[in-house]
């Protein structure tokens, strides 16, 4: 999200890292397995830096937070072994809860997030004012 804004010049990791308020080595393997998935285009040296590959707008949320989350179950009833599986329902309820969520964001594009976030800072850019005459 933060990479979509339009700049002049490539992102560096530098300055999201102040901007974001997060740690440099962290974001350099946050950018590196970005760039793996090719959402990101990155480049070395001077005037380098990182940049939203066009390609990615076209991706499905669903997609992107499925990759990110990776293929782990909101619960684990089989290592270690739940003594309560026989006969809960809870681990069925929760993984179509889970399938609705992704399905629902499948209905996203990441450019439909972005559009929609430039429209709420729009909105939010101008708030209005009371006058109050006495």
Avoid at 71 to 94: A, F, T
Avoid at 97 to 113: E, K
Wanted: proline share 5%.
């Amino acid at each position: 999200m933060y990479i979509s804004r339009p700049k002049a010049t490539p992102y560096t990791i530098a300055e999201i890292a102040t901007n974001l308020q997060v740690s440099q080595n962290h974001l350099v393997k946050v950018v590196h397995f970005m760039g793996k998935q090719q959402w990101i285009i990155t480049s070395r040296g001077k005037g380098g830096g990182i940049q939203l590959n066009p390609d990615a707008l076209t991706l499905q949320l669903g997609q992107v937070v499925r990759i990110l989350q990776g293929d782990q179950p909101i619960v684990e009833c089989n290592h270690p072994p739940c003594v309560l599986r026989v006969g809960c329902g809870l681990k069925g309820v929760l993984d179509q809860a889970l399938d609705q969520f992704y399905a629902h964001l499948d209905q996203f594009s990441l450019q439909q997030a972005i559009q929609n976030t430039a429209q709420t800072s729009q909105n939010l850019s101008y708030i209005p004012t009371l006058s109050i005459e006495a």
